[in-house]
């Protein structure tokens, strides 16, 4: 059904599209009114026709507009993210600071690098090679 409507509803597009694009503008544009000669379609009856169609397929256009939105928000209540999250424990119960944050979380899933076993003390600076100036103290 939403496929029939979206559809007739880009048919309406194209065709109000096109009418719009017929219409004679005050610059001229593509507008196919003028011209002399009393034939089938005068000026005035064109412009006539042409007004008239625009108001039928802007009608066409909000009905089918209005018609995807009720079929759209038919189709499916908004859900929000969060609820599908599965918990640990099954139930559902407020997170308190400090127990089952998702920091907590991320603590568990990283690991953790083995301490050093003992700190060693720096050792003593090497004795500079070469010949020795005295400092006069």
Do not use: W
Request: net charge negative.
């Amino acid at each position: 059904m939403e496929s029939v409507v979206i559809v007739i509803h880009l048919l309406i597009v194209a065709a109000l599209v096109v009418v719009v694009l017929l219409q004679r503008s005050e610059g001229g544009a593509l507008g196919i009114g003028g011209g002399g000669g009393g034939g089938f379609m005068t000026g005035r009856g064109a412009a006539n026709l042409l007004t008239r169609t625009t108001a039928i397929l802007a009608a066409g256009f909000f009905i089918t507009s209005l018609g995807l939105g009720i079929l759209a928000s038919q189709k499916s209540s908004p859900a929000d993210v969060l609820d599908n999250v599965p918990t640990q424990t099954g139930t559902e119960t407020p997170a308190t600071p400090g127990e089952g944050g998702i920091l907590d979380e991320l603590q568990q899933l990283t690991p953790t690098a083995p301490a050093p076993a003992t700190p060693v003390a720096p050792a003593a600076p090497a004795k500079p090679a070469g010949p020795q100036v005295p400092t006069s103290e």
